[in-house]
Nanobody, 123 residues
Framework: VQLQASGGGLVQAGGSLRLSCAAS????????MGWFRQSPGKEREFVGR????????YYANSVKDRFTISMDNAKNTVYLQMNSLKPEDTAVYYC?????????????????WGQGTQVTVSS
């Protein structure tokens, strides 16, 4: 499985971005997919996850009600819609896939990782 993340950039506080994670080698509907982020000097942080069916999603408290994960099976792509962005959301964002479908918020459960995309939110 290969994951290609894209969509990062520079945005002002209060703005929005949509990250994409295109998968190849396996259909996203057969995987549990997660989003994580990492800032310099900090550990990788769970952002959210979506089930293999795309029917349910779960978010970290820090992004709940601002971020939304969705899945497009036709494009074999998972999205992270980020609204009301804050400077503390600045990080490199990674998508990840868990073929065992543990549906976990622990980064160690994910086997496949995208290359990361930088999100910078200015105040």
């Amino acid at each position: 499985v290969q994951l290609q993340a894209s969509g990062g950039g520079l945005v002002q506080a209060g703005g929005s971005l949509r990250l994409s994670c295109a998968a190849s080698g396996r259909t996203v509907s057969s995987l549990a997919m997660g989003w994580f982020r990492q800032s310099p000097g900090k550990e990788r942080e769970f952002v959210g996850r979506i089930s293999w069916s795309g029917g349910s999603a779960y978010y970290a408290n820090s992004v709940k009600d601002r971020f939304t994960i969705s899945m497009d099976n036709a494009k074999n792509t998972v999205y992270l819609q980020m609204n009301s962005l804050k400077p503390e959301d600045t990080a490199v964002y990674y998508c990840a896939a868990d073929p065992s479908r543990l549906y976990s918020d622990y980064y160690g459960s994910y086997v496949y990782w995208g290359q990361g995309t930088q999100v910078t939110v200015s105040s």
